[in-house]
């Protein structure tokens, strides 16, 4: 049985990080002109303690990228990836043998090298709190069993105590949100259902939440202001003192804000934190120059 969700426990600082790092926008901000392939990973290691990988919600990939990827962070031991679980299982539905044995696969380097933190399965907002659907929770986690599963969802019916009772129960992770308050959507919540706590930023641009057009990393394209990043800091805190790790993913990504944003709440959580912000970034996002940061040397 996982520990009981409100146990304190002494913590490691948490792995914070942005959602993916193959983003064309990021070059000249984030990476330094012709940093290119797997070196891009490497450079985000120097900032940060964990990444979240992407492609894997699309497709299954090769076992080959995933020992690339921990070639690239080999002097980082600290280092963890998260993963998004493909969207047959999420938003098709359906598990079969054959694509489990695919996905899982891809991704047992990272398992077995003790580097996957999370294997996230996002669902979408029409995943609503039914028998039927905690029914496939539980199916999901059997068939994902020796992965270090997660569940994200967005509808506010699953915000409620019976809710995280079953999800400690099952064995799964909850992962937090912080998403724009429009329609019927999960609060701030800050629950730990396991042995990690787990929150996700998404931005809050509510005018573009559920666009579905062309651009859709619009619904992302979001900078968290300083007041709400002393926000996600105060959940941040309290995940920390329910939880063994904590992970905080950034996926505002357009522009490198989640780069951005992902620095300042290193900065508020750990003022001591050593790091050297990107010169691009800093020229991209001004404020960076007036947050405290240890340098490195």
Same mark, same amino acid.
Not at 51 to 72: G, H, K, M, Q, S
Not at 84 to 91: A, C, D, I, M, S
Not at 177 to 187: A, E, L, N
Not at 216 to 228: C, K, Q, T
């Given at each position: 049985m996982p520990p009981h969700p409100e146990l304190k426990t002494q913590n490691p600082e948490p792995r914070i990080?942005?959602?993916?790092?193959?983003?064309?926008?990021?070059?000249?901000?984030v990476y330094p002109p012709g940093l290119k392939g797997a070196d891009r990973l490497t450079f985000l290691a120097t900032l940060f303690t964990a990444?979240?990988?992407?492609?894997?919600?699309? #497709?299954?990939?090769?076992?080959?990228?995933?020992?690339?990827?921990?070639? /690239?962070v080999t002097d980082f031991p600290d280092f963890r990836f998260t993963a998004?679980?493909?969207?047959?299982?999420?938003?098709t539905r359906r598990l079969p043998a054959a694509d489990l044995a695919q996905f899982q696969a891809g991704l047992e380097p990272l398992l077995a090298d003790g580097k996957l933190g999370v294997l996230l399965a996002q669902f979408p907002y029409s995943f609503h709190n039914t028998e039927e659907n905690r029914a496939y929770l539980v199916q999901l986690k059997t068939a994902l069993q020796n992965f270090p599963l997660a569940v994200e969802v967005r509808h506010r019916s699953w915000q409620q105590r019976a809710v995280r009772e079953f999800l400690a129960e099952v064995g799964l992770d909850f992962c937090n949100?912080?998403?724009?308050?429009?329609?019927?959507?999960?609060?701030a919540t800050r629950w730990v259902t396991g042995t990690?706590?787990?929150?996700?930023?998404?931005?809050? #641009?509510?005018?573009t939440w559920?666009?579905?057009?062309?651009?859709?990393? /619009?619904?992302?394209?979001?900078?968290?202001?300083?007041?709400?990043?002393e926000d996600l800091a105060a959940r941040t805190r309290e995940l920390m003192e329910k939880a063994p790790e904590t992970y905080v993913i950034f996926n505002n990504h357009p522009a490198g804000q989640a780069v951005a944003n992902a620095l300042e709440l290193i900065a508020l959580l750990n003022p001591?934190?050593?790091?050297?912000?990107?010169p691009g970034l800093i020229t991209a996002f001004p404020r960076l120059s007036q947050t405290t940061f240890s340098p490195k040397g």
């Open positions: 990080g942005p959602a993916g790092w193959d983003y064309p926008d990021w070059q000249g901000v990444v979240e990988i992407n492609v894997t919600f699309y #497709r299954p990939i090769l076992a080959d990228y995933a020992r690339r990827w921990l070639a /690239a998004k679980l493909w969207q047959v299982f999420t938003h949100i912080d998403q724009p308050m429009v329609s019927y959507p999960m609060g990690r706590g787990y929150l996700r930023c998404h931005g809050r #641009r509510k005018e559920f666009e579905f057009g062309d651009d859709r990393g /619009a619904r992302y394209d979001y900078l968290y202001s300083p007041e709400e990043l001591g934190h050593q790091v050297s912000p990107p």
